[in-house]
Nanobody, 115 residues
Framework: VQLVESGGGLVQPGGSLRLSCAAS????????MSWYRQAPGKERELVAR????????NYADSVKGRFTISRDNAKNTVYLQMNSLKPEDTAVYYC?????????WGQGTQVTVSS
């Protein structure tokens, strides 16, 4: 299983970023995919989760209405569109999947929201 995130960077408050997570090594279209984030000095937290077909989605309260998770099963990729970014969204963002009872993480992508 391999998860590779991309799309992070430095953005001003109110700006947008789109994160991508390219997956391989398992049947992507059959699995729930999640985005987590970890800010400095804080625990890793769930940001958003999407089921295998994309019909069931959950968000952390802190990002509802601003972030959108989606997936393209033909491309084995899950996305996180982040709008109206705030300084408190600054964190390393990770892609996650539970496969055959084990949890797998990507390497993470840094998102920094600052003026």
């Amino acid at each position: 299983v391999q998860l590779v995130e991309s799309g992070g960077g430095l953005v001003q408050p109110g700006g947008s970023l789109r994160l991508s997570c390219a997956a391989s090594g398992f049947t992507f279209s059959s699995y729930v995919m999640s985005w987590y984030r970890q800010a400095p000095g804080k625990e890793r937290e769930l940001v958003a989760r999407i089921n295998s077909s994309g019909t069931s989605i959950n968000y952390a309260d802190s990002v509802k209405g601003r972030f959108t998770i989606s997936r393209d099963n033909a491309k084995n990729t899950v996305y996180l569109q982040m709008n109206s970014l705030k300084p408190e969204d600054t964190a390393v963002y990770y892609c996650y999947v539970t496969y055959q009872g084990y949890g797998y993480w990507g390497q993470g992508t840094q998102v920094t929201v600052s003026s």
